[in-house]
């Protein structure tokens, strides 16, 4: 049973900073690539920002680059969404995905498991 649970998120004003986690659960996932996925109210689930297997290679939304950094262990099968600078913007559910290949990737078809998502709120 393959289980991604995302924590972390949060009510955090504007200029504040939160550090979602996504724990893997019965599979190992250090060979493929991962990314972070938001859906705000009445809007369409938008990448946030992806990397490969090793994590060196990193790919972010514009709206999101120099703010957010993703990063992964692969010993401990996670992955993480450190947020600062947050915005009221990026008020959303976010959700950690896998893929079932190396690469990163912007385009949630590419995502083989998906978490079911963390609120992250953030006031002015």
């Known amino acids: 049973q393959v289980h991604l649970a995302e924590s972390g998120g949060g009510l955090v004003q504007a200029g504040g900073s939160l550090r979602l986690s996504c724990a893997a659960f019965g599979r190992t996932f250090s060979s493929f690539g991962a990314g972070w996925f938001r859906q705000a109210p009445g809007k369409e689930r938008e990448h946030v920002a992806s990397m490969d297997w090793t994590g060196v290679y990193t790919y972010y939304a514009d709206s999101v680059k120099g703010r957010f950094t993703i990063s992964r262990d692969n010993v401990k099968n996670n992955v993480y969404l450190q947020m600062n600078s947050l915005k009221p913007e990026d008020t959303a559910v976010y959700y950690c995905?896998?893929?079932?290949?190396?690469?990163?990737?912007?385009?949630?078809?590419?995502?083989?498991?998906w978490g079911q998502g963390t609120q992250v709120t953030v006031s002015s």
């Open positions: 995905a896998m893929r079932d290949a190396k690469g990163p990737s912007a385009y949630a078809n590419d995502y083989a498991y």
